[in-house]
């Protein structure tokens, strides 16, 4: 990215340090809970996990749509629990 103002280079420094300060906030909180992963794996993990949309025939030529994960390893398992991504997760 090519920044030329002094406000737009502050502003982009900002979004740099609280994305460092999230990655290792994450890398922290999954150390915690038993998986020592650094913040590459950590995220290439969660980056891993996706959702999938299924279509059906349905009733009246409407397809019926039904969304849901694809297989999950162990970790990104723990890591889905350790992060409450339920709460965003397609519900069945």
């Given at each position: ?40 794996e950590l995220l290439a993990h969660l980056a ?45």
């Amino acid at each position: 990215m090519f920044h030329w103002t002094d406000q737009k280079i502050r502003v982009h420094l900002l979004t740099c340090v609280l994305a460092l300060m999230v990655a290792q906030l994450m890398r922290r909180r999954a150390d915690q809970a038993g998986l020592r992963l650094s913040v590459r794996e950590l995220l290439a993990h969660l980056a891993a996990i996706q959702e999938t949309v299924l279509l059906f025939p349905g009733d009246r030529g409407r397809p019926r749509a039904r969304r849901m994960l694809t297989d999950t390893t162990s970790d990104q398992r723990r890591l889905f629990e350790v992060f409450d991504l339920g709460r965003f997760a397609p519900q069945r």
